[in-house]
């Protein structure tokens, strides 16, 4: 018999993948520090990966996950006009990614008491959507994220600790992934409305419990890097794998698998 057809996700909220499974043509693995991180998947692949349940339990399966468009454009290049700069200028390429390429932007506050950052406008509709960023800390700790449009629509990181902030009351759910070396993935939940809103990417000095991140730079020191930007429709719940965009918005076709037997 064969069944075809889309599978539940086995392994969601995954953080690393730990292993391969190659259906044919080349095989492509990004390496760090000895560990698989990232992978490349065509019609040729398919993820195999594993997270920890409530219970501590290793639970391992195909990382099989339904269609998302990113609709952030630039999602890697907060150097690019696309995004709005806010007293701060962008120091590209001065941190690892999840690949562990240098390759996530440095937000570098001036010298004035201010928010500093950067924001980019997208037009949503009346739905759940999922915002996060790959981020580390420079010489301040925290991460901002917002959606300016909402009264408020925002949540605070540390990215020093891991943790959770202070997050506003349009803020559904706000959780924060380790992914190693420094590097956490900031994730925020909220609703939209059918109108165009500024998302905002902000470095803070502290857990501030206000829609205010602002402090002083220096207008030399990177304060924060952040890169793999991705804001999307929730769907699942949770935030999917990266999707690149350049120009345009980018989607990725939803994961399907054929059973034989």
């Known amino acids: ?122 037009t949503l509709t009346a739905a759940d959507y999922i915002f996060s960023v790959f981020a580390s800390a420079g010489d301040q700790s925290w991460i901002y994220l917002s959606d300016q449009t909402l009264a408020n629509g925002w949540a605070y990181f540390n990215l020093t600790t891991g943790a959770v902030g202070n997050t506003g009351a349009d803020c559904i759910n706000a959780w924060i992934e380790d992914w190693g070396t420094g590097l956490y993935r900031c994730i925020m939940k909220f609703t939209g409305t059918v109108a165009s809103h500024t998302l905002a990417i902000y470095a803070s000095d502290q857990d501030d419990n206000a829609k205010d991140p602002a402090f002083t730079g220096d207008a030399a020191t990177v304060n924060i890097s952040a890169g793999r930007i991705q804001c999307e429709l929730s769907t699942t719940g949770y935030a999917t794998s990266f999707i690149f965009t350049g120009s345009a918005t980018a989607t990725r076709n939803a994961d399907t698998a054929l059973r034989y037997k």
């Open 1 to 122: 018999h064969r069944m075809i057809g889309t599978c539940p996700l086995v392994a969601k909220g995954t953080i690393e993948p730990s292993a391969h499974v190659r259906t044919g043509g080349a095989l492509n693995e990004v390496l760090h520090n000895g560990n698989s991180r990232y992978q490349r998947v065509d019609t040729d692949w398919i993820r195999v990966a594993q997270r920890k349940d409530s219970a501590g339990n290793t639970v391992a399966g195909a990382l099989l996950e339904p269609s998302a468009t990113n609709i952030l454009k630039r999602s890697s290049d907060l150097n690019n006009a696309t995004w709005s700069k806010v007293a701060a200028t962008i120091s590209a390429d001065s941190a690892e990614d999840p690949l562990g390429v240098t390759q996530s932007d440095g937000i570098i506050g001036t010298a004035v008491d201010t928010q500093h950052g950067v924001t980019q406008a997208v």
